[in-house]
């Protein structure tokens, strides 16, 4: 099955990688500009002392009239090219890690809020689930906060791995997860669900300790109507507190 996307550039502005290309394109053309105004330049300024003065070597002094500002002007504009391209690369980085868990590489709360609201203009069925870790300070206690952030990073590599492309997964604090789908029926993805929350029970982490089994519960909401987001959200985070309650590693569905 392929693995989902953190972040998928057509729900929001340009992509990073769209932007640079148009920066590129954009240098290109200034490029062009700048090195052919350049050489018309000088060769104009050329002939016109020629006709002017009647110098003798025309023809010597016409190759360096665009020689020289093919050279400079090329070796001005690289020097240009080059900063403003880090400086796109850098802007790009910044975009990057502000939709992006640093820890585990999927997409961070404010990515995850920002497509469901996307996703919530459209009339499209939207289903919803939270999951969280169970006994996480265990984890801690036991493995240290390398291993928490290794089972952290082990969570998120299964998400990725067992859910469809489409479908967004973000971590959302913590060792808490947000996973989510448009255009699914509820029960297909409560049956999705069903199956991540088993593989992950049954696939250990393994530590140099040896293996680690973890385990995760889902609460499961579907989006009634028009409902807003947050509401939503707070639906899924009921019926996680409920799967909590209910003994862990398990599954719950919001009313």
């Known amino acids: 099955m392929p693995h989902a996307t953190p972040f998928a550039p057509t729900d929001g502005p ?56 093919l050279v400079v002007s090329s070796l001005a504009f690289g020097w240009i090219a080059s900063l403003t391209l880090r400086l796109e690369a850098s802007r790009a980085d910044l975009e990057r890690l502000a939709h992006q868990d640093a820890l585990t590489g999927i997409a961070n709360r404010r990515a995850a809020l920002r497509r469901l609201e996307s996703w919530a203009a459209e009339p499209v069925p939207i289903a919803l689930a939270l999951a969280d870790l169970d006994h996480f300070k265990h984890v801690n ?75 995760a519960s889902f609460g499961i909401a579907a989006r009634s109507g028009t409902e807003g987001v947050d509401r939503l959200i707070t639906r899924a985070d009921t019926a996680l507190y409920a799967a909590k309650q209910g003994g862990r590693n398990r599954t719950e569905r919001a009313a």
């Open 14 to 69: 340009a992509s990073p990688a769209a932007a640079g290309g148009a920066m590129r394109a954009r240098l290109r053309r200034t490029g062009l500009w700048v090195v052919g105004g350049s050489v018309f330049a000088s060769a104009a300024f050329a002939h016109l002392s020629f006709t002017l003065f009647g110098e003798l070597d025309y023809a010597g002094t016409m190759i360096a009239a665009v020689l020289i500002p």
């Open 141 to 215: 206690d036991r493995l240290g906060h390398d291993g928490g952030d290794a089972s952290l990073v082990h969570f998120a590599a299964m998400l990725r791995k067992l859910v469809p492309a489409d479908w967004l997964i973000a971590r959302i604090g913590g060792e808490e997860f947000l996973l989510a789908a448009r255009g699914l029926d509820p029960a297909d993805f409560g049956a999705r669900i069903e199956a991540v929350r088993t593989a992950i029970a049954i696939t250990p982490l393994i530590t140099p300790a040896g293996p680690w089994h973890l385990t």
